[in-house]
C-alpha cells in the first residue's frame, strides 16, 4: 500500500502528462494578457491612423448631413446615403478592427502556442448539473476571480479617475473652443487616457499571466505514485521485463541445446565448463561454437553429446578459454585455432578408427593442447 506522503501531489508535471492536457485542451490562458493587448493594439492602431482617422471621419460625417433638395423628398434617398455611409464607417474602422482581431488571435501563442484540441470542443454534459454550478460559483477560484476583477476595477478606475483629474481645465476649456480645434484637442485627450489604460492593463497582465501559468503547473502536478506509475507505462513493469528477459534466455537456451547434437566435438573442463563445436569445410573459415555454459547447463550439453554420440573432450584450459573469449554463434578467437585444429585432429582420427573398426585411439592428453598465454582465466573462472 502507498504511502500517504506518495499520495500527495508534490511532483511537477511530466512531460507526457503535459502533453495529454494539451490534447484535452487544458492550456495555461489569461484573461487579462488578451485584455492587454487587444487594448493596446487598438490604442496603437488609433496613434498611427489619428490624423488619417480624424480627417476622413470628418469627410463623412459632412457627406451624411449633406444632400441635395431633391433627396429630401425621395423615398429611398436618405436610406440610400445612410447605407453609404455606414459602409464607409466600416471601411475606416477595419485597421483597428483587424488589429485588434490579430491581436486576440496572437495571444494563446504568447502562453503555449498554436493548440487545435477537438476534445476541447466536445460538449460536457456535466456542466449542466446545477450542484456543480453551485459549487464551481462558491470555489476558490471563482472567489479568486472575484477579487481579481474587483482590484482590475479599481485600478482601471484610478487610473481614469487620475487622467481626468489631470486633465479637468483642458477638458472643460474645450466648450469654448470652435469645432475644428475642440475635436482634435479631445481626441488627443481620449489617446492619453487610453494610454494610460493599456498602461494598467499592462500591470494587471504582468501579475495575471504568470499566477495563471502557476496555477495551471499546480493543477497538473502528480503523486509520487503517479510518477512510479507512468515510469512503468513508459519503461515498461520490471518485473514483467525481467520475466520476459527469463522466457527469451529459456528460449535461446533451448536452441542452443539443440544444435548440439549438430557438433562435431564438445570440449569440457570436466565439470564446470562445456563448449561445442562444429566445423564445416565448405562453409566455414574457422570451427564455431554453437554451445556452450557452465555447471548445470555444461552438465546438460555432455549428456546430449553422449546421447547422440558427439565426441567429448576433456581439456580444461582450451575449454575456459572458449567459454570466456568466444560467444554462441561466433568464430572461436584466431588465437586458439591451433588448440582447436589438435582437437578436431584427435576426433577425426577417433571417427576414423571408429568406422574402420580398428582399435580406439589412446584419450587426448590435455597436456598435449597448448592454449596461448592470457587466454585461459583459471581457477577463478569457476567461480
Known amino acids: 500500500m ?3 506522503s506518495d499520495l500527495e501531489r508534490t511532483e511537477p508535471p511530466s512531460s507526457r502528462r503535459l502533453e495529454k492536457a494539451r490534447e484535452d485542451g487544458q492550456v495555461p490562458q489569461s484573461r487579462e494578457l488578451m485584455a492587454f493587448l487587444v487594448m493596446a493594439a487598438a490604442v496603437g492602431g488609433f496613434w498611427a491612423l489619428g490624423g488619417w482617422l480624424t480627417q476622413r471621419a470628418g469627410d463623412i460625417l459632412r457627406q451624411g448631413l449633406s444632400f441635395e433638395r431633391d433627396a429630401a423628398f425621395a423615398s429611398t434617398a436618405l436610406t440610400d446615403a445612410f447605407g453609404a455611409r455606414t459602409l464607409d464607417g466600416l471601411l475606416l474602422a477595419s485597421p483597428v478592427l483587424l488589429l485588434t482581431i490579430a491581436a486576440a488571435v496572437a495571444t494563446p501563442f504568447v502562453l503555449h502556442g498554436w493548440l487545435f484540441s477537438p476534445k476541447a470542443l466536445a460538449p460536457k454534459f456535466e456542466r449542466l448539473d446545477p ?11 471563482s472567489i479568486s476571480e472575484l477579487v481579481k476583477a474587483v482590484l482590475k476595477a479599481l485600478l482601471i478606475g484610478g487610473v481614469i479617475y487620475w487622467v481626468v483629474v489631470h486633465q479637468q481645465g483642458p477638458l472643460f476649456a474645450l466648450i469654448a473652443q470652435p469645432i475644428d480645434t475642440a475635436l482634435p484637442a479631445f481626441g488627443q485627450m481620449l489617446i492619453y487616457a487610453s ?19 502557476w496555477r495551471y503547473y499546480r493543477g497538473l502536478r502528480m503523486t509520487k505514485e503517479e510518477v512510479r506509475q507512468e515510469n512503468k507505462e513508459l ?6 521485463k525481467a520475466r520476459i528477459r527469463s522466457q527469451q534466455r529459456e528460449v535461446a ?11 562435431d566435438v564438445v570440449v569440457t573442463n570436466p565439470t564446470h565448463f562445456a563448449v561445442a563445436l562444429k566445423y564445416d569445410r565448405d562453409r566455414m573459415s574457422a570451427p564455431q561454437v554453437v554451445a556452450k555454459g557452465m555447471n548445470l547447463v555444461a552438465d546438460r550439453i555432455r549428456g546430449l553429446a553422449a546421447e547422440h554420440r558427439v565426441p567429448v573432450v576433456e ?18 578467437p584466431a588465437a ?11 576426433v577425426y582420427q577417433l571417427d576414423q578408427h571408429m568406422a574402420s573398426g580398428g582399435r580406439t585411439p589412446p584419450p587426448l592428453p590435455p597436456s598435449a593442447i597448448v592454449v596461448p598465454d592470457g587466454l585461459d582465466p583459471g581457477i577463478s573462472a569457476v567461480t
Open 235 to 240: 519503461e515498461g513493469d520490471p518485473q514483467l
Open 253 to 263: 537456451r533451448r536452441r542452443m541445446m539443440a544444435d548440439v547434437p549438430k557438433a
Open 195 to 213: 494610454v494610460a489604460l493599456v498602461a494598467g492593463l499592462a500591470a494587471i497582465a504582468a501579475v495575471d499571466v504568470p499566477f495563471q501559468l
Open 131 to 141: 450542484l456543480k454550478g453551485v459549487k464551481r460559483m462558491f470555489s476558490l477560484n
Open 2 to 4: 502507498a504511502e500517504e
Open 315 to 332: 581439456v580444461p584450459p582450451l575449454a575456459r578459454a572458449l567459454h570466456r573469449h568466444a560467444e554462441i554463434g561466433d568464430q572461436i
Open 336 to 346: 586458439l585455432y591451433t588448440a582447436v585444429a589438435e582437437v578436431l585432429a584427435y
